[in-house]
């Protein structure tokens, strides 16, 4: 069965930073982080490749770093500058079409084909 685990949410005070990691059960092209506030629709946060092409969100860019590593089935996301309004659960998923990654449709919700369980980031002012 295809499996997502994430890994490294908690608390932090506006300011710090945090790295989210996310094992997957099998090799995948293109993986995303997306996030969900209570309230909130489902946002997505950023996209990678193993080529190396990274796409992000508005609200995330200049703060917030996607990166994978193929061989060990592991996406990253290192969060610095974080913001009371970054806080939600955090998701790892993998787009229906590994082509997605090329573009920003990665970044929406109805392209996902595999979600994981998610991790809750909090961030306090």
């Known amino acids: 069965q295809e499996r997502l685990v994430e890994s490294g949410g908690g608390s932090v005070q506006a300011g710090g930073s945090l790295r989210l990691s996310c094992t997957a059960s099998?090799?995948?092209?293109?993986l995303a982080w997306f996030r969900q506030a209570p309230g909130r629709e489902r946002e997505g946060v950023a996209s990678a490749d193993k080529l190396g092409t990274t796409r992000y969100g508005d609200s995330v860019k200049g703060r917030f770093t996607i990166s994978m590593d193929h061989a060990k089935k592991t996406l990253y996301l290192q969060m610095d500058y974080l913001r009371p309004e970054d806080t939600a659960v955090y998701y790892c998923a993998v787009p229906t079409f590994e082509s997605s990654c090329k573009t920003t449709d990665g970044l929406v919700p109805q392209s996902i084909a595999i979600w994981g369980q998610g991790t809750q980031v909090t961030v306090s002012s």
């Open positions: 099998a090799y995948y092209v293109c």
